[in-house]
């Protein structure tokens, strides 16, 4: 998801809009929108150059406090420039930020990296564009791999459906699906990032997590040839949880990326969302060039520290193998106290 998707949503979808813009915008609503067209074409332009910004200003707390908007002489062919243009800024914006940076977004973790922001664009784009052009009496689908790429890397808590066009629109309460419940309330959500010392942990998406579940990178720079076995077998159990309606982000698998070069060393996660009693299973591994420098320890440390000052969650619990020392050492080092051993591995520990 990058800056070619921005740029392909904004074709599309300017497009379509010309063939209505012989239509007086600012009386015909937008869909089952309060907005009229020209208000929401407005929208969509002033969300488009907000993203660029927060990603250009590496805005951290709120908002660059700007907006744009549109001269009192733009007619309707005006309005789709404005469009083409902050979706050429976003899109430049994208392909210019660092893969691990990320910027002010309120939902839902405070935060966002490029591709959220290139995602929440192209969703902006189309579902926007979907609203005008049924006001306007237009036909309008984007691509379904277009739409598929905002629903694995934005709506990763919605159950993939049989045509991913609709299943965003229902996700988003604009049509209905069969054996669904109809939706009025909704939200995309970004993938969570936590921040320690030497380290961030970036939450891996559904579109990660199918890319590494196939071999591929998920999108990060790995040191070493790539992650290990055991992080593609996680990433394999994420994809599961997705494809099942059941996958809660902040409980899912992160990939640990080095401050100092942006690379990747390893993976670390949970074996799902905590079970009824509050207790949530952790595990982890590290590329092989990367072991020996704590970085095991220090990620294990903060994304504990995070899952236990959570509502509901009462234990961690890490099951290591009895000959695998370094590890041992890690859960050890981390806070957790050794409660049991079965079928040569040892159970450890850490409560509220």
Do not use: K
């Not at 907000?50 to 805005?59: E, W």
């Not at 669904?180 to 993938?191: D, G, K, L, Q, T």
């Not at 309606?245 to 899912?252: A, I, K, T």
């Not at 009693?277 to 995070?306: I, K, M």
């Amino acid at each position: 998801m990058g800056g070619e998707r921005v740029r392909e949503a904004v074709a599309g979808a300017v497009q379509a809009l010309r063939r209505g813009v012989d239509q007086d915008w600012s009386e015909v609503g937008a869909g089952r929108l309060e907005w009229s067209c020209r208000r929401t074409a407005e929208h969509v332009a002033g969300d488009l150059i907000a993203y660029a910004g927060q990603l250009t200003g590496r805005a951290q707390d709120a908002y660059v406090p700007f907006e744009i908007t549109l001269e009192d002489g733009a007619g309707n062919e005006g309005a789709l420039h404005v469009i083409e243009t902050a979706g050429a800024l976003l899109a430049a914006a994208v392909a210019t930020t660092p893969r691990e940076v990320r910027a002010f977004h309120p939902y839902p973790f405070r935060s966002a990296d490029r591709e959220g922001f290139a995602a929440m664009g192209v969703a902006e784009v189309i579902l926007h564009t979907h609203d005008m052009a049924t006001g306007l009496g237009l036909a309008y689908e984007p691509p379904a791999e277009l739409c598929e790429d905002v629903l694995t890397r934005i709506f990763p808590h919605v159950r993939p459906g049989p045509d991913p066009w609709h299943t965003l629109l229902w996700a988003t309460g604009r049509g209905d699906l069969p054996g669904r419940a109809p939706v009025s309330r909704w939200h995309w959500s970004n993938n969570p990032a936590i921040p320690t010392e030497r380290l961030t942990l970036h939450g891996v998406t559904p579109a990660a997590a199918i890319d590494l579940r196939m071999g591929g990178t998920g999108g990060f720079e790995w040191i070493g040839g790539g992650p290990y076995e055991g992080t593609r077998e996680a990433a394999g159990m994420l994809v599961q949880a997705y494809e099942a309606g059941v996958l809660r982000p902040e409980w899912g698998v992160f990939v640990l990326v080095r401050s100092e070069d942006g690379r990747a060393v390893g993976g670390m996660g949970f074996h799902g969302a905590p079970d009824e009693d509050g207790r949530v299973e952790v595990g982890y591994d590290l590329v092989a060039g990367a072991r020996g420098n704590g970085y095991a320890t220090e990620a294990l440390r903060a994304l504990a520290a995070r899952a236990l000052a959570g509502d509901g969650v009462t234990e961690l619990v890490a099951n290591v193998e009895r000959t695998n020392i370094p590890s041992q050492g890690v859960v050890t080092r981390s806070g957790f106290t050794r409660v049991g051993e079965e079928r040569g591995m040892y159970a450890y520990s850490l409560r509220r």
